[in-house]
Every structure is written in structure tokens, then in C-alpha cells.
Nanobody, 115 residues
């Protein structure tokens, strides 16, 4: 059974940082481009970032470029997202996913940015 399990979400003040993790199992993680997507309350799912199977190339949504960094450790079957300079508009449920649309995603981890 394929599984993606996210963790690391929390309540943080504006300007703060978090690191999200996603542990994958049940499929050959190291062969897949992986994504982070997010969904804010009352909004549609939004693609955030992706990295290739080797972790040597990545791209970001304009809304997070320069603030978020995606990375992966294929030996640990783990995908990461470093969130810096957080803004209130970054508040959302964050998911790791096998596809850009977020169809094959985990259960998510909640990030709340508030003072």
C-alpha cells in the first residue's frame, strides 16, 4: 500500500520558520518527482513546489519563491519543505504528493501563521 505521511506543521508567528517532512512507503520513492501542495481554508488546492527524483532540480510557485525550499533524502524515503519568512497567507494544510494536482497525496499537516 502506498503511503505518504506528513509531519512538522505547527502554529507559528509571522516571520517564523518551520520544516515539514513527508515519509513515503509502498512505492519506489527515489524514482519519482515529488511535490508539495497546500489548501487554505475555503480555497482550492494550490501547487507549491516540486523536485526531481534526484533532488537536483526544483521549482516553486511565485507565492513562495525565495522563502520555501524543497529537498529530499532518498535513503530515508523522505521529502522536506523548509518554510521561512512565513506570512499569514501561508496558513493552510500542507500535503506531499506524487503529482502536481495533488490527487495522490497524504493526510496533510496543518501550518497556521498567526500573531
Amino acid at each position: 500500500e502506498e503511503q505518504l505521511v506528513e509531519s512538522g506543521g505547527a502554529l507559528v508567528q509571522p516571520g517564523g520558520s518551520l520544516r515539514l517532512s513527508c515519509v513515503a512507503s509502498g512505492f519506489p520513492f527515489s524514482r519519482f518527482t515529488m511535490h508539495w501542495v497546500r489548501q487554505a481554508p475555503g480555497k482550492e488546492l494550490e501547487w507549491v513546489s516540486q523536485t526531481n527524483s534526484y533532488g537536483t532540480w526544483s521549482t516553486y510557485a511565485d507565492s513562495v519563491k525565495g522563502r520555501f525550499t524543497i529537498s529530499r533524502d532518498n535513503d530515508k524515503n523522505t521529502l522536506y519543505l523548509q518554510l521561512n519568512s512565513l506570512k499569514t497567507e501561508d496558513t493552510a494544510m500542507y500535503y506531499c504528493a506524487k503529482d502536481r494536482q495533488g490527487v495522490a497525496r497524504g493526510q496533510g499537516t496543518q501550518v497556521t501563521v498567526s500573531s
